[in-house]
């Protein structure tokens, strides 16, 4: 085969590249939003992101879930890049609702848990994510290393951290 | 403010709620993609001349420093003819920095279109191990300059003393082993990396076909 049709048919993994990450974007975007603070970060991730789902691409299973495939890669970037920026790991279990939460002014419900879920350490927040997003405890332990027990227990009391949140902030 | 109820209070629902607002306008365009993937083949020739070009500027402080010492050596009264010496390695290093430099020139950090990948990352991997490889010969005629020279010192100076000669190689042979084993290292710590980061794209988009 000559150069031109290895060319050629690096343009065709390429955009099926383009199609399956465009048909999927909402997830590199929770992730991105989730895992940075700034809008250069979540550029910067969303670059690295894009960059490590096509290295890896050509080992991606075709019986595989794509979304699946690019929630677990873009989590692990997330986190990688996290330990790189050397960032302050929040241990704390739990989340605490502080002065600044309540300065902010959230108009729904929405934001509000979005703003929560990112207090979370990252380990939890990847969990709490991939549990939003509708995956069983048997996945998310699959993604994240975690024993499936463990990740129900975790979720639960995640959960029920969140909401006792959202009831505190709301009746002060 | 946040809503009053939280009897079934459904967390997946507020979230996908959250996602199809806070991301409906955002959209992912081809070309940001295509520019992500480019980027990682652009950043590896980028990082490989910018080794390169350390290379050059040793190249040149070598050069200077045998230069300047042969021109004092030359200027002192009565010396010997050792800045002929120090002239041969100042000429030697000016012969590796221009063919050095040539090759540098070639490496292009141009960004890559999409039509021809694969031909210059071929062009750019070529360009910079004929660098290297360059720099292995250079090094062993260099070697064989100051071997050449500490012989005929040798002659020169101890010609009465054959053991002499024979440590005095010996030792030199083991320093030649030592100094490229860490050249070779240290090129290897310098752009192995890079240069199978850069043999791995090749082979990627070959195996396709």
């Known amino acids: 085969m000559n150069t031109k049709e290895v060319e ?24 991105t939003g989730l ?29 595989a879930k794509f979304s699946t495939w690019l929630y677990k890669l873009s989590l692990n970037v997330a986190l990688n890049q996290l330990k ?8 704390d279990y739990g989340i605490i609702a502080n002065d600044q939460m309540f300065e902010k002014n959230y108009d729904d419900n929405h934001e509000l848990l979005f703003y929560l879920i990112k207090q979370l350490n990252e380990v939890d927040r990847m969990m709490m994510t991939l549990y939003l997003e509708g995956y069983g405890n048997l996945e998310i332990a699959e993604i994240t290393g975690i024993t499936a027990n463990n990740v129900n227990v975790k979720i639960h009391r995640i959960k029920q951290n969140i909401i006792q949140q959202f009831k505190k902030l709301n009746h002060g | 403010m946040v809503d009053q109820s939280y009897s079934n209070f459904d967390l997946k629902k507020v979230w ?3 996602a199809k607002k806070k991301f409906l306008n955002k959209e992912i365009e081809k070309q940001e993609i295509m ?32 230069g300047a010492t042969a021109g004092l050596d030359w200027l002192k009264p009565g010396s010997d003819p050792e800045h002929l010496f120090y002239f041969g390695f100042a000429g030697l290093y000016l012969a590796g920095f221009l063919i050095t430099y040539r090759k540098y020139q070639k490496i292009d950090v141009d960004p890559i279109d999409e039509n021809s990948i694969l031909s210059k990352l071929k ?18 005629i260099a070697m064989l300059f100051v071997f050449i020279y500490k012989v005929n010192d040798w002659a020169n100076k101890t010609h009465d003393d054959p053991k002499h000669l024979a440590i005095t190689v010996s030792i030199f042979l083991l320093f ?10 240290a090129n290897r710590r310098r752009f192995g990396k890079q240069l199978k980061k850069l043999d791995e794209n090749i082979i990627r988009l070959e195996t396709l076909s």
């Not at chain 1, 970060?41 to 290295?55: G, M, R, S, T």
């Not at chain 1, 790189?84 to 241990?91: A, D, G, R």
């Not at chain 2, 030649?176 to 290292?185: C, Q, R, S, T, Y």
């Open chain 2, 35 to 66: 520019e992500a993937l480019r980027s990682n083949s652009q950043s590896t020739i980028v990082n490989l001349k910018a080794g390169l070009r350390t290379k050059l500027n040793w190249i040149i402080g070598f050069m200077l420093f045998f």
């Open chain 1, 8 to 31: 050629r048919n690096q343009l065709d993994l390429e955009n099926e590249f383009v199609t399956l990450i465009q048909r999927n974007e909402g997830i590199i975007y929770k992730v």
């Open chain 2, 123 to 140: 062009m750019n991997r070529q360009a910079i191990k004929s660098v290297l490889n360059i720099e292995r010969i250079w090094g062993m």
């Open chain 2, 176 to 185: 030649i082993v030592i100094l490229g084993f860490i050249a070779e290292l």
């Open chain 1, 35 to 63: 895992y940075s603070n700034t809008l250069e970060e979540e550029q910067d991730l969303k670059q690295e992101i894009l960059l490590q789902a096509w290295k890896s691409f050509l080992r991606f299973r075709k019986d």
């Open chain 1, 84 to 91: 790189k920026q050397k960032q302050k790991i929040n241990t």
């Open chain 2, 16 to 18: 996908q709620e959250m």
